[in-house]
């Protein structure tokens, strides 16, 4: 487990063995997400969409597609009825 500290403005230098490991580099973009069990999860975002599928499935519900996905996400942010 590695640990970091928050600075007064918020930030945090991300160990360098999880940017190896993630292969972050400068400029490189990085995502939170929290799942359905409340972890926060480090998503870099050069990662293809892709390979983030079924990341926070929840057991019991039909995976849907990417296609499906975007559809339903483009119809909730025409609508604004999330």
């Given at each position: 487990m590695k640990s970091a500290t928050i600075t007064s403005k918020g930030q945090v230098t991300i160990p360098?063995?999880?940017?190896?490991y993630l292969k972050l580099e400068i400029g490189s973009k990085i995502d939170f997400v929290i799942d359905?069990?409340?972890?926060?999860?480090?998503i870099p975002l050069t990662v293809s969409v892709t390979a983030l599928s079924?990341?926070?499935r929840r057991p019991g519900l039909a995976a849907?597609?990417?296609?499906?996905?975007?559809?339903l996400?483009?119809?909730?942010?025409?609508?604004?009825?999330?």
């Open positions: 360098k063995e999880i940017r190896d359905e069990n409340g972890t926060v999860k480090i079924g990341m926070l849907a597609t990417i296609e499906e996905d975007m559809e996400a483009i119809a909730q942010g025409a609508c604004d009825c999330t």
